[in-house]
């Protein structure tokens, strides 16, 4: 049905951090957008985290972020390809390897549950990127070679950054490389606005609100957006589809590539039963000790068969959204949430596991608004994140075969290397073979920021090759404005999915906010402008 996909992910830490920096800038200020993910030690109290009130909300992630630390950050950089076939792409994805300076909290759960996903504590502590939170301490972000530079470096890209139920992202990248939160909700969202001009896209909101999936956890969306996209390659390529294209990594480069399979989706005959919980949720609390199938593959085949079903389908939706009956018997306040932040939130001790799993939650129908003029309601839906050398290459037919060595070298072209595309294939990866002893061994559920960003940013890119042609087609956007003027999706434009509420938040400065203090003097930094 369709091919397995090969995607390489550069591991970055602090030996070779100051060798892949210029690779990074580059990559970032040629690309066309940017996708972020995040691993983080913890957040804190669940019921705070989905408390109600949105700017009680925003209070407890201000906590977590301040109290709790960045383990990994994960970045792809999409670059649209002018002289390929429509919508195609040539992606670099990073694996950042964080290590905060400071003191910070580390939550049992959200050790185990990184672990279980690959997650390598003792390299962390050994080869972890330093950095501090909060405001500048000493250097200054805008020179040197440091995370937080490499934030600056993203700013003035004025590239959309594009999460996946983005809101803990956003805080935590905030807070750890950026300044010191602010203590309004809608003095934040006004910062945000101006830090990213170029406007801020949740593909969780996209899933939920524009392609109107069955379900919109990451790897869900991630394993649709590709089954879908290969099918229109394969029936002739008569519809939108999009390719992938990645950088060919060789001699020293290939050290730091760790290639992670995307497995094709295979048949669901002779499958077992799928947990229910899982299928609607991404996250199920008896984990691994589940004796139901979390196939996310079969879940979604399982989906598409019975999709003729439409009262079925309508009932399992109203299911979900009031967290009851066969779908999410028991849904508890964790619904909904950043699926692979859930294992970061702290279980109250006095709750069981069955309180966990059998507690309904209490949601009444509320309109809020708030002073930055963004309206919240909840509907009682569930409790659902100039460089050179070093292998850069400006001009994107060297870059997809360029090859990183030592410090002070040289870039290298390797000629005799080329992209492939798979048969009946929208994605094109290296050919390199993967040697056994190179390819590192992960879980099939892929909670690994880079990895993650990677997903987000497919989805992204499928979402908008999907959605943008439909409008085509129905006559809508006939003004011949530059594309790079346009919104990539002018109706997800600057909205953020908030957990349990049917609006989003919209990410502007109202008329009744201003920006924070410390926003201002690093706008003065990052773009010489006073606000």
Not at 22 to 39: G, N, R
Not at 410 to 431: L, Q, R
Request: charged content about 25%; some cysteine; glycine content about 8%.
């Amino acid at each position: 049905m369709t091919c397995s996909l090969v995607v390489p992910v550069i591991d970055v830490q602090n030996d070779n951090f100051r060798e892949l920096w210029p690779a990074m800038v580059v990559a970032i200020k040629s690309s066309s957008f940017v996708a972020l993910d995040t691993e983080l030690s913890g957040l804190g109290n669940r019921k705070s985290l989905l408390a109600e009130s949105i700017e009680d909300r925003y209070k407890a992630i201000c906590h977590a972020a301040r109290s709790r630390s960045v383990l990994s950050l994960g970045f792809a950089c999409y670059k649209k390809l002018d002289n390929k076939a429509a919508d195609t792409y040539l992606v670099q994805v990073y694996n950042l390897t964080l290590l905060c300076s400071e003191e910070y909290i580390i939550e049992p759960q959200s050790v185990q549950f990184l672990v279980q996903h690959g997650f390598d504590f003792n390299k962390q502590y050994a080869h972890g990127i330093p950095y501090c939170k909060g405001n500048n301490k000493g250097a200054s972000d805008d020179r040197g070679v440091h995370i937080r530079a490499l934030f600056t470096e993203l700013l003035r890209a004025r590239k959309p950054l594009v999460l996946h139920n983005g809101l803990i992202d956003m805080a935590f990248l905030y807070q750890s490389f950026y300044a010191h939160l602010p203590e309004r909700l809608a003095t934040f969202t006004a910062d945000l606005s101006e830090m990213f001009p170029a406007g801020i896209y949740d593909t969780k909101y996209v899933t939920e609100f524009e392609l109107r999936l069955t379900a919109s956890y990451l790897e869900y969306a991630y394993k649709k957006c590709k089954l879908d996209n290969s099918r229109s390659v394969s029936s002739g390529g008569a519809g939108p589809h999009v390719h992938i294209e990645f950088c060919q990594y060789a001699g020293h480069m290939s050290s730091y590539v760790d290639y992670r399979v995307c497995p094709a989706v295979g048949s669901s005959e002779g499958q077992t039963d799928i947990c229910q919980r899982f299928s609607a949720f991404g996250w199920c609390p008896n984990g691994t000790q589940c004796p139901l199938s979390h196939d996310t593959d079969l879940i979604i085949l399982q989906d598409e068969k019975g999709m003729g079903d439409k009262k079925k389908k309508r009932k399992r939706q109203r299911d979900k959204k009031r967290g009851r009956g066969g779908a999410a018997e028991g849904s508890s306040i964790f619904d909904g949430a950043p699926e692979n932040k859930i294992p970061h939130m702290e279980v109250d001790p006095k709750e069981t596991p069955d309180d966990q799993q059998g507690a309904e939650p209490c949601l009444e129908s509320v309109s809020l608004t708030g002073s930055d003029g963004n309206a919240q309601q909840n509907e009682g839906e569930s409790m659902k994140t100039d460089s050179e050398g070093n292998g850069v290459c400006e001009d994107h037919k060297d870059f997809r075969n360029c090859e990183t060595t030592a410090a002070n070298t040289e870039t290298s072209t390797n000629d005799g290397v080329e992209s492939k595309t798979e048969e009946g294939e929208g994605e094109k990866f290296c050919d390199r073979p993967v040697k056994t002893g190179e390819q590192k061994k992960v879980d099939t559920g892929t909670h690994r920021a880079g990895f993650d960003a990677f997903m987000t940013g497919y989805i992204f890119a499928h979402s908008c090759t999907i959605i943008n042609k439909d409008r085509v087609g129905a006559g809508e956007g006939k003004e011949q404005q530059k594309e790079e003027e346009q919104p990539w999706l002018p109706t997800s434009l600057n909205k953020v999915y908030l957990s349990g509420k049917a609006a989003p938040l919209n990410v502007v400065k109202s008329t009744f906010s201003k920006s924070s203090k410390a926003h201002v003097q690093k706008m003065e930094t990052v773009w010489g402008m006073r606000m």
